[in-house]
């Protein structure tokens, strides 16, 4: 069998692993909100209309925080409209996915579903249709405890404590030329940097992210950056990226794909850093990747036009064996960049592009990208390790030559837990990741859990729920401080060693 070389060792520290890594997202969009995490009527929902099997599938999966309500829904949203009576709300057009929205559900509704899915909420405001007013109000009326008109108007809506909202994104995707309002980087930069102001003065406790662009490949990528930073670096803690991929004609192009989400991650980083150097900034800006996953979007872009509908099926991506190990791969680049990386949220929740899916009336089920996320976000404590990897290669048509394993660690001093996360991107060999653990005393593998399948196309349906899981193996052979974990071809792979933590100190 082929081998990879992984050596790990807790003084290549890169920085602790936030529990914001392991965020998704909630828009307005198709099923996600409607007949998705919010169904009145359906068997499985509260007096609320909250569907209680998808609250426990989410609380299954974990996601730590969770962006709402878009997304380029946001852009022509106004959030007023989704509180006070119901009865009383108005239906609009949602002009970013030519829907009908009814505004049954709006903020309260996502407060009272993030506090019972145990997430903390993040939200964006707009600033495609609206502007500075708009977005310091939102911020009054969800954190100020009362004695203004648009906190006691909170209070009278029915909730009497702050929503204490930490995190707000400062539009969305405001270069894309689909997006509501779609702004060049000088306005936007100047029009962010304002309500980033206003906000903070409204909540100085609160975090700010300035939209960075909405891909890697869009022309105006790293000038983009570099210029609504120029507007935007000492009001705002982050710069956004969003990163979507999907296997087009060679299946080694997108199972090599991580490798063109670091070269994205490490592109935002420099431009970032060109600012920070140019205006002479002490204060390193972080990422939030606050949409990323696989989106098969070119069939969505050919689809002929709809009408107008509420809540149709709209990018309900049916994910395999080899879109769950690409999720593999890219959370392990997310981790591997932990020390920029501090929010990162798999979009979208329920429905869209989801981990979750759900037929409106009936099942709830988890698809094949569930149990990576799942087990990431529960496995990965303590600090992101730096992982060198010496991995045969993979020739992919579309990247060249990439290491044909992927890996990423976490060490927690604290308990001695080792996690470690490998992807074997080769569509035809097993390897097997031969693991130096020469800084750490094992005492035994704790959890092995691999992804993988004969059918690689094999997918997660209502009728066969769990067709494609991550299962538990005892495979990994662990000799003093040598490991070795067999990685079957097309494989996600987690491990977990115990460690005596004693004898480091
Ligand atoms: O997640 C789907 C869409 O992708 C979001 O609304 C938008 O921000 C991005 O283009």
């Known amino acids: 069998m082929r081998s990879a070389r992984v050596v790990v060792d807790p003084d290549f520290a890169l920085g602790a692993v936030d529990r914001r890594l392991f965020g998704s997202f909630v828009e307005h969009m198709g099923r996600c909100v409607y007949t998705g995490i919010f169904e009145p009527g359906h068997p499985e929902a509260d007096e609320t209309g909250l569907r209680r099997d998808v609250l426990d599938l989410v609380r299954e999966l974990g996601p730590t925080i969770v962006r709402y309500p878009g997304g380029n829904f946001v852009s022509s949203y106004r959030w007023e409209d989704g509180v006070g009576p119901v009865a009383e709300r108005p239906t609009r057009l949602d002009l970013a996915w030519r829907s009908i929205e009814p505004n049954t ?21 707009n600033l495609g249709t609206r502007g500075v007013a708009e977005a310091a109000d939102l911020v009054e009326y969800c954190n100020l405890p009362g004695g203004t008109e648009l906190a006691d ?26 997006q509501v309002g779609q702004k060049t980087a000088d306005d936007y930069g100047k029009l962010a940097a304002q309500a980033a102001k206003a906000m903070r003065l409204v909540d100085p406790s609160i975090e700010l992210v300035a939209c960075g662009s909405s891909n890697h490949e869009i022309a105006s990528f790293g000038a983009w950056e570099a210029t609504v930073l120029e507007h935007t670096y000492e009001y705002v803690d982050y710069i956004s990226m969003h990163a979507y991929y999907e296997e087009t004609e060679d299946v080694r192009d997108f199972l090599a794909a991580g490798v063109d989400l670091d070269r994205f991650i490490e592109d935002v980083i420099a431009a970032a850093d060109y600012v920070k150097a140019k205006q002479r900034h002490r204060r390193s800006l972080r990422i939030a990747f606050d949409e990323w996953n696989v989106w098969y979007q070119s069939a969505y872009h050919q689809l002929p036009p709809r009408g107008w509908e509420h809540a149709p099926a709209l990018i309900e991506d049916d994910y395999n064996v080899v879109d769950a190990v690409v999720v593999g791969s890219f959370l392990n680049s ?3 960049h932990a020390d920029r990386v501090a929010i990162a949220c798999q979009a979208q929740l329920v429905n869209i592009i989801a981990p979750i899916r759900t037929e409106p009336g009936g099942a709830a089920w988890r698809q094949t990208i569930f149990d990576p996320l799942r087990h990431v976000a529960r496995l990965a404590r303590g600090v992101a390790l730096r992982l060198p990897v010496t991995a045969p290669d ?3 048509p579309k990247y060249g030559s990439v290491p044909a394993v992927s890996g990423a660690a976490t060490w927690d001093e604290e308990t001695g837990q080792l996690s470690l996360f490998l992807v074997n991107r080769d569509p035809e ?6 693991v130096d653990l020469r800084a750490l005393t094992p005492s035994g593998v704790g959890e092995q859990l691999v992804l993988n399948g004969e059918d690689v196309r094999a997918t997660n349906s209502a009728a066969e729920p769990d067709r494609v899981r991550a299962r538990p193996v005892r495979t990994a052979r662990l000799d003093g401080a040598h490991l070795t974990v067999p990685l079957p071809a097309v494989s996600w792979t987690a ?5 005596d933590t004693a004898s480091r100190h």
């Open 394 to 396: 993979m020739i992919s």
């Open 495 to 499: 491990v977990t060693v115990a460690c």
């Open 429 to 434: 060999n097993d390897i097997a990741a031969e």
């Open 105 to 125: 559900f709006g903020l309260h509704e996502f407060m009272t579903w993030a506090s019972l899915a145990d997430v903390e909420p993040m939200l964006a405001v």
């Open 334 to 336: 997310i981790l591997n």
């Open 153 to 178: 108007r909170r209070v009278k809506n029915g909730a009497a404590d702050p929503f204490g909202v930490k995190v707000w994104c400062v539009g969305n995707e405001m270069d894309g030329p689909w």
